[in-house]
């Protein structure tokens, strides 16, 4: 079986693309009856732009019932080479992760997930253990407060606590399926985080609505190879249409083409080019 790793390398190059599509509906902006509508739209005109999408299971929650039902029909929307990161930030002590395991693999399929680290190895053991899968663990967010905690240093290591996030997620790495969540927000320390970890796929939201330099992220989240970041964008691109007017496929397609052509555009004047 195709890991995680292999789905997104193979998608990326088949795309030329290390742009991922956050699949977020907010409330407000799209009818809950129309969310599944509505995110098929984004993913059809944006399938061969993207390495990725990444459905924030918040928005669907929040929506009860009627959101399950629209998360499950968009995930059926999506081709089944593009790999699916759903972004649950999950986390908790023995069976409860292993729920959360199952539920975010075994249940919904994703090809990746997103995890907290804050109780410890241990209580990212259950996701770790699918070998195929992808996690995504929350190293330096993208949120003004990251650094309340994020940065504090460590008393025997001196390292702040993101950057120890970093060294244990090489150490927990066993079977090659970790990554580290760093947002665009933070260019410092994304940079220091892919010095720690130089082979690790980073995924690095933050561009976009949230303010994150894309030349720094990108620049800073590659590896050598000027591959393994995926840079996620998802007003940006989403709502799109709010801004320039024109159909919500056809304006997300323009902010997608326009990130993903920006994002390259860096890459081939650093030597990484397709």
């Known amino acids: 079986m195709a890991t995680f790793l292999d789905k997104l390398d193979a998608a990326a190059q088949r795309n030329r693309?290390?742009?991922?599509?956050?699949?977020?509906?907010?409330?407000?902006?799209?009818?809950?009856?129309?969310?599944?509508?509505?995110?098929?739209?984004?993913?059809?005109?944006?399938?061969?732009?993207?390495?990725?999408?990444?459905?924030?299971?918040?928005?669907?929650?929040?929506?009860?019932?009627?959101?399950?039902?629209?998360?499950?029909?968009t995930l059926g929307a999506i081709p089944g080479h593009l790999p699916v990161i759903g972004d649950a930030k999950r986390s908790d002590i023995g069976s409860t992760a292993e729920a959360y395991a199952r539920a975010l693999f075994g249940v919904w399929g994703f090809d990746a997930v997103t995890v907290n680290p804050y109780l410890g190895g241990?209580?990212?053991?259950?996701?770790?253990?699918?070998?195929?899968?992808?996690?995504?663990?929350?190293?330096?967010?993208?949120?003004?407060?990251?650094?309340?905690?994020?940065?504090?240093?460590?008393?025997?290591?001196?390292?702040?606590?993101?950057?120890?996030?970093?060294?244990?997620?090489?150490?927990?790495?066993?079977?090659?399926?970790?990554?580290?969540?760093?947002?665009?927000?933070?260019?410092?320390?994304?940079?220091?985080?892919?010095?720690i970890c130089p082979e690790m796929p980073i995924l690095v939201p933050g561009v976009g609505a949230q303010g994150g330099d894309l030349e720094a992220a990108v620049v800073h989240g590659v590896d050598s190879r000027g591959r393994r970041a995926i840079i996620s964008a998802s007003r940006q691109v989403l709502y799109a249409y709010r801004n320039e007017g024109g159909g919500v496929g056809v304006a997300a397609r323009r902010a997608a083409l326009g990130l993903r052509d920006a994002i390259n555009q860096v890459l081939d004047q650093r030597g990484w080019p397709w």
């Open 17 to 73: 693309s290390l742009l991922c599509v956050g699949l977020d509906p907010h409330s407000g902006l799209v009818p809950p009856a129309e969310v599944a509508g509505f995110n098929r739209e984004i993913v059809e005109a944006t399938s061969d732009l993207v390495c990725a999408f990444k459905p924030n299971l918040a928005f669907y929650e929040a929506l009860g019932r009627e959101g399950l039902m629209a998360l499950e029909r």
């Open 122 to 195: 241990d209580s990212l053991e259950p996701f770790l253990r699918c070998k195929e899968k992808g996690v995504f663990i929350l190293c330096r967010t993208s949120n003004p407060g990251a650094a309340d905690f994020q940065g504090l240093s460590m008393k025997e290591s001196g390292l702040p606590l993101y950057l120890e996030v970093a060294r244990q997620a090489q150490g927990w790495n066993v079977w090659g399926n970790v990554g580290l969540v760093v947002g665009a927000t933070a260019p410092e320390e994304l940079r220091r985080v892919r010095g």
